[in-house]
């Protein structure tokens, strides 16, 4: 049995002893202690994660569709082929984030802060793409953007896809 711990007290048990493909979907983590934690292949589906602290956490393959990320801390996580279709990520801070091959398919990214994010082959068809914060983020030739959205307008540096 494992135990994350909330900053609001309501802290959540969860079987098993390591949160890789840890069914979490669903699961209210506001203000979840998460940094540094091996989430991969989690689902993390709608689940309830405001103003988490996901920092340096590693998120590979997760499914994170439909869940709440507003003012979530995420500083230098791990998102490469994450599922977050659908997610609401509003206000957070993704700084030096790599969403490769992540699928962000409407998800709200309004006044999102992807400061050198990596962004590579990533599907960027979000909403509110153009208030977030993109300066400095890498993206290559296969990163999908909105319709009409101008990347390096936006502070994108388009790169080769490192091998």
Do not use: Y
């Amino acid at each position: 049995m494992m135990i994350i711990r909330c900053e609001t007290g309501d802290d959540v048990e969860v079987e098993g002893t390591t949160l890789v493909g840890a069914n979490l979907s669903g699961f209210n983590l506001h203000r979840a202690l998460l940094e540094k934690q091996d989430l991969r292949h989690s689902d993390l589906s709608g689940a309830d994660l405001r103003s988490a602290w996901l920092d340096e956490a590693i998120l590979d393959n997760a499914n994170l569709s439909k869940a709440r990320l507003p003012a979530c801390n995420a500083t230098r996580t791990r998102f490469v082929r994450a599922n977050l279709v659908g997610a609401f990520l509003r206000s957070s801070g993704f700084e030096e984030a790599d969403f490769t091959e992540a699928t962000l398919e409407d998800a709200d990214l309004g006044r999102a802060r992807l400061r050198g994010a990596i962004l590579f082959g990533a599907n960027l068809c979000a909403i509110d793409l153009a208030e977030a914060d993109l300066t400095g983020a890498i993206a290559d030739e296969n990163t999908i953007w909105p319709n009409g959205f101008d990347p390096v307008a936006h502070g994108v540096q388009l790169l080769p896809r490192k091998s």
